[in-house]
C-alpha cells in the first residue's frame, strides 16, 4: 500500500529498499511522492547520507539477503501425509 505523505529517513530508506526491484517509478509511488522522481531521489539520498550509507543508485539498496529469500522460494519436499517420512 503507498504512502499517503512522503516518507523520509529510515522509513524512505525501507520503503525504497523493499520496492527496488520494481523500479525507481514504483519505489518514489509507493514512498508517497508519486511521479516526482527528482524529489523521491533526492530525499532517498539525503537519508542514506544520514544513515552513512553510501548508495548512488536504487538497486544498490537490496542486499544479499534479499536475494537470498528470492531465491530460497522453491519448492518443498515433503512426505505426502503425516505418518509417511
Known sequence: ????????GT???????ANAK????TAAYQCGYGN???KFAHELRQACEEMNLQVK???E??????LILQIGT???VA???ASEL
Open 1 to 8: 500500500m503507498a504512502s499517503t505523505t512522503p516518507l523520509l
Open 11 to 17: 522509513e524512505l530508506v525501507d520503503c525504497a529498499r
Open 22 to 25: 520494481q523500479g525507481i517509478e
Open 36 to 38: 516526482d522522481l527528482n
Open 57 to 59: 543508485e536504487l538497486t
Open 61 to 66: 539498496l537490496i542486499t544479499d539477503q534479499d
Open 74 to 76: 522453491g519448492e518443498v
Open 79 to 81: 512426505p505426502d501425509t
